[in-house]
């Protein structure tokens, strides 16, 4: 099962900032904080990752809280083709196996 | 670089057929992962596999379904025996190395008539 929280829809207006909410109160001490999206019926698409300091690429911004036990994703200026669903996945760094478990994500709509 | 390649993009079979379904990782990558996408349904792990060696495979269900990864040649997901319910969307991931981000590939849909 997932192990996060997010809400089941969103919309935001293109060219504003989009915040993606993700609760993960049970993460521990070696689990990474992973962020995919998935455009409609295309693969999943990798978008950014953190342990606990805030991270940032060509893609969005990552927020973790001081306690690890949530985080924001944010797309700095929306375009439509943003509409997608953002999947949060806390992920071990070690162990046995390498999976994502994909819970049901936030379906974030970009208005124009 | 080209990226994850996945074939055929579309795949009609009959109930009681064969399905497979392949994979070509990126250049460079060793590790690959399928995972099933049912209709309407959240992304689900089946299985996780280096060249010639499967790592994880409890995602996959117990019968008719199989994969591998070759020392040549691509990933093969297996499904023999196709059932209705096997009518999903199949994506392959692939990754240099161990909990590297993995990238998709565009997928494959199965249909089963």
């Known amino acids: 099962d997932a192990k996060t929280t997010q809400p089941t829809s969103m919309d935001c207006a293109e060219g504003r900032a989009a915040n993606l909410p993700c609760n993960h109160s049970?993460?521990?001490?070696?689990?990474?904080v992973y962020w995919y999206r998935q455009i409609h019926s295309q693969g999943p698409q990798y978008i950014i990752h953190?342990?606990?300091n805030n991270e940032t690429n060509e893609m969005a911004s990552l927020i973790i809280t001081e306690d690890r036990k949530s985080s924001t994703l944010i797309l700095p200026h929306a375009t439509l083709r943003d509409t997608a669903v953002y999947y949060c996945?806390?992920?071990?760094?070690?162990?046995?196996?390498?999976?994502?478990?994909f819970g049901t994500g936030t379906l974030l709509a970009v208005q124009p | 670089n080209a990226g994850v390649m996945q074939n055929p993009r579309h795949l009609v079979r009959r109930r009681g057929q064969e399905a497979r379904l392949r994979c070509s990782p990126m250049?460079?990558?060793?590790?690959v992962y399928w995972y099933r996408q049912l209709p309407e349904e959240g992304l689900k792990f089946m299985v996780y596999?280096?060249?010639?060696?499967?790592?994880?495979e409890s995602g996959m269900p117990k019968e008719r379904f199989s994969a591998e990864f070759p020392k040549e040649g691509p990933s093969i997901l297996r499904i023999q025996q196709v059932v209705r319910g096997d009518s999903a969307a199949y994506f392959c991931?692939?990754?240099?190395?161990?909990?590297?981000?993995?990238?998709f590939g565009p997928g494959t849909r199965l249909t089963v008539l």
């Open positions: 991931a692939s990754s240099p190395l161990d909990y590297n981000e993995q990238f």
């Open positions: 996945i806390v992920r071990p760094l070690g162990g046995a196996t390498n999976k994502l478990i």
């Open positions: 250049k460079g990558h060793s590790h």
């Open positions: 596999l280096q060249k010639e060696n499967i790592i994880d």
């Open positions: 953190g342990l606990k």
């Open positions: 049970t993460i521990s001490g070696n689990e990474y």
